[in-house]
């Protein structure tokens, strides 16, 4: 009786922040599998897919790694939303990414002059004809944010973000010793074949 108590007992327990299994519920542990091994498939095809597709350097990579990142996403998601104890684990290096991410969105952003100014100061000299200095009468208007190339930074942000619910998934994936010896090794193969 007593060991049927503890086990009441711990599943009434709330979740422990940064706990590494999600445990599935007892009606849909198949789904659950399923949705696991969805999601290292999709490691496996971002690892060996994206890299012949020339890196993602061209429109077909670029696609690859938009759509399996967000295909291993929604399949990590799914789960956890199958799961009775869902858990997050945290990771420095997010914050990393979401600086990264803050940094992207800023050179996006339309600036008031003074501040455009301020951050990047050569932007006056480089497109003097949409400089607030310049006539009035020009048909260019003002330039208002950091980027240059504003649609090259709009696909650069779509990669990184890309990039980053990659890296959050691995993260969340990878659960022991025997995960990341997976990975390696299909890191290791992947480099070799490519």
């Known amino acids: 009786m007593a060991a049927g108590a503890d ?25 659950a599998a399923l949705l696991l ?7 496996v095809a971002a690892l060996f897919l994206v890299p012949l597709c020339i890196g993602g350097r061209v ?8 759509a399996l990142s967000l295909w291993i996403a929604l399949c990590w998601c799914l789960r956890q939303g199958l799961s009775s104890r869902a858990a997050w684990v945290r990771s420095p290096a997010a914050l990393l990414l979401v600086a990264a991410l803050l940094l992207v969105a800023l050179q996006l952003a339309p600036l008031p002059a003074p501040i455009l100014h301020a951050l990047s100061p050569q932007v006056r000299e480089t497109l003097p004809l949409w400089s607030p200095d310049a006539d009035s ?3 260019l208007g003002v330039w208002s944010t950091l980027s240059l190339t504003p649609s090259a930074t709009r696909d650069t942000f779509v990669l990184l973000l890309a990039f980053v619910l990659l ?9 022991g010793v025997e995960d990341v010896e997976r990975l390696i090794r299909w890191i290791a193969v992947s480099t070799v074949a490519t």
Do not use: K
């Open 37 to 43: 091994r969805a999601v290292d498939a999709g490691l």
């Open 7 to 31: 086990i009441n007992a711990r599943d009434a327990m709330p979740p422990r922040l940064g706990a590494r299994e999600a445990e599935p519920l007892p009606a849909r542990p198949q789904l």
């Open 59 to 66: 429109a077909l990579g670029q696609f690859a790694l938009v």
């Open 137 to 139: 009468g020009s048909p």
């Open 167 to 175: 890296f959050l998934v691995t993260v969340q994936r990878i659960q």
